[in-house]
């Protein structure tokens, strides 16, 4: 599976930006699509997760009430919408694709985009 993201950017803080992942490669729908985040000199952070069916959906605390992931099957590609952007949020966001499980560990995860940037500026 290939992922390309786009979307990133630089926003006001408390605004919003809308990430997309473009899959291509293996059958789409067989992956739970995830998004992890990292900022320079910190651990990956898990951010949202959704299951292949689209029935289910995991966020981390941080970004729960703010950020919701969807996917859109028939076009392969996973989003991430991202409202009331916090300077906290800036750093690389990453699309994923897990054959088997749907979690929040970055080691259960198969495939990697190359990162899009967010800047929320104070």
């Known amino acids: 599976v290939q992922l390309v993201e786009s979307g990133g950017g630089l926003v006001q803080a408390g605004g919003s930006l809308r990430l997309s992942c473009a899959a291509s490669?293996?059958?789409?729908?067989?992956?739970?699509m995830g998004w992890f985040r990292r900022d320079p000199g910190k651990e990956r952070e898990f951010v949202a997760v959704i299951s292949r069916s689209t029935s289910s959906t995991d966020y981390a605390a941080s970004v729960r009430g703010r950020f919701t992931i969807s996917r859109d099957n028939a076009k392969n590609t996973v989003y991430l919408q991202m409202n009331s952007l916090k300077p906290e949020d800036t750093a690389v966001y990453y699309c994923t694709a897990s054959r088997l499980r749907m979690v929040r560990s970055w080691h259960e995860y198969n495939y990697w985009g190359q990162g899009t940037h967010v800047t929320a500026s104070s």
């Open positions: 490669g293996r059958t789409f729908s067989a992956y739970h």
